[in-house]
């Protein structure tokens, strides 16, 4: 079983997930051509997807690190990235049964109606590993310990899966779709609350600028292109490259926020047919239930709200993160990942770019303090796996700990670990969380199912 499923990882997520939609396709009434094109469409939109963030990280990678020396930002923590997390994920005890286990996990909740979402999204999986992983480590390589801080972890995002996923249909017209991505899901909370905050402050609602909002206001300034050329040209000024280099950086941070939403729109174009397809069949077969398909938020990273605020706080958190007293992280590795912060905000914001910014900056700056103060076992937990494997990506430089933004700066994450950390105690509050948001959950399902029924009468 082990070995299935580390084969099922190892082939990526371009490979693994066209597999996956083509079945999908095929077991819900779509004929054999529709459905092998709907999971190419997401495959090549993974591969596209893929080939940009390396075209960020392989230009970016070695100015960041001259800006850290040129300006003497010698943090203790060094950022790994998401691969590293991703590796300590699956290298591990808890990670060589994740899929099944949470897979089982899955179906359990879906017969006792306390979760809607059916969470295909198998390469995001290494999150609630990752997770485990850490807690495995911390316990004293716990095997209980780490399938249970996995487990509630999972748990937990489909709930809240649930629960974002009418504002998030609704906002990006992706009917039957969810996110059950813990990192995703875990910047809602701040989106929450900043929002209503911002909401009271007087004149606060007349500053209402999407991403079009931000055309007409500054012009061709305003566009995501011109943004992203400027703040790459920046990026080389600030690590005093020659004049070419400079450009070089700005065309290519340019092509990146162009390119993401003509990547995203084949991910749009794979999903839209089975989600329809999956519409009617529980409409005419389920009374009018609802299922929710978990899906990968990289199919709305391309939206323009998102590209803007996250090339805006690329330099800003740069900047913050050196003087904000008692971090340790400064992120280099981990910012091709800032655009996975906003595809569950942008629901409650509403696209509006200002509200946006403050609830990505607010979330990043705790995340900071998340991963510094995480950074101890998660250096642990990577240095077991290295020892054990050898895998470069969890190869930790002398004299540093170890972080990464995603997924040690997740208040899911951080909330598991600490709640982990406090022993017994720790995981009978945890536990209480968790059966609380499906017993919530299983209320509203039941609620929406007898609603249905009586319409339908």
């Not at 999971?39 to 893929?50: K, P, S």
């Not at 080389?236 to 990547?263: H, N, S, Y």
Request: aromatic share 10%.
């Amino acid at each position: 079983m082990e070995q299935v499923f580390g084969y099922i990882i190892s082939l990526g997520a371009s490979v693994m997930m066209p597999i996956i939609f083509t079945i999908i396709g095929l077991c819900i009434g779509m004929k054999f051509g529709k459905a092998l094109k709907s999971g190419l469409c997401v495959g090549v939109g993974f591969v596209g997807l893929g080939v940009v963030t390396a075209l960020l990280t392989t230009n970016f990678d070695n100015p960041l690190k001259a800006i850290s020396d040129l300006y003497h930002l010698q943090l203790n923590v060094f950022d790994m990235g998401w691969p590293a997390a991703a590796a300590v994920a699956y290298n591990t005890a808890v990670g060589a049964l994740i899929i099944p286990i949470c897979l089982g996990i899955n179906l359990l909740m879906l017969i006792t109606k306390t979760t809607r979402t059916v969470n295909i999204d198998l390469w995001n999986y290494w999150h609630f590993a990752f997770i485990g992983a850490v807690a495995y480590f911390v316990m004293g390589e716990s095997l209980a310990w780490g399938y249970f801080a996995a487990i509630i972890c999972y748990v937990i995002t489909l709930v809240c899966a649930d629960l974002t996923a009418e504002k998030f249909q609704k906002y990006y017209d992706l009917n039957g779709i969810s996110i059950p991505q813990p990192f995703c899901q875990s910047f809602v909370p701040f989106a929450i609350l900043i929002n209503k905050a911002l909401d009271k402050i007087p004149g606060f609602s007349k500053l209402d600028i999407d991403a079009d909002g931000m055309k007409k206001k500054f012009g061709v300034i305003g566009e995501p292109l011109v943004l992203g050329v400027i703040v790459g040209m920046l990026i080389g000024w600030a690590a005093q490259l020659d004049i070419k280099k400079v450009l070089f950086l700005g065309i290519t941070m340019g092509a990146v926020m162009e390119l993401i939403p003509r990547i995203t729109s084949l991910f749009i174009e794979g999903l839209k047919p089975i989600s329809e397809k999956t519409s009617e069949l529980v409409k005419t077969k389920f009374n009018g239930k609802k299922v929710h398909i978990g899906m990968s938020p990289a199919l709305v990273i391309g939206h323009p709200a998102t590209l803007v605020a996250s090339v805006i706080l690329i330099p800003v958190i740069l900047a913050l993160a050196v003087f904000l007293p008692g971090n340790q992280f400064l992120p280099l590795a981990s910012l091709a990942g800032m655009f996975y912060l906003f595809p569950m905000v942008l629901p409650f914001t509403k696209g509006n770019v200002l509200k946006t910014l403050i609830v990505g900056l607010v979330a990043l700056i705790v995340g900071l303090y998340f991963v510094t103060d995480m950074a101890p076992d998660f250096t642990l937990a990577a240095n077991n796996v290295y020892a054990e494997t050898h895998d470069p990506t969890a190869h930790i430089p002398e004299g540093f700990s170890g972080g990464a933004l995603d997924f040690a700066s997740s208040l899911f994450g951080w909330t598991i670990y600490r709640g982990i950390k406090l022993s017994y105690v720790g995981g009978a509050v945890l536990a209480l969380i968790a059966i609380a948001l499906m017993l919530i959950n299983r209320r509203i399902i039941i609620r929406s199912e007898k609603e249905a029924k009586q319409a339908a009468k």
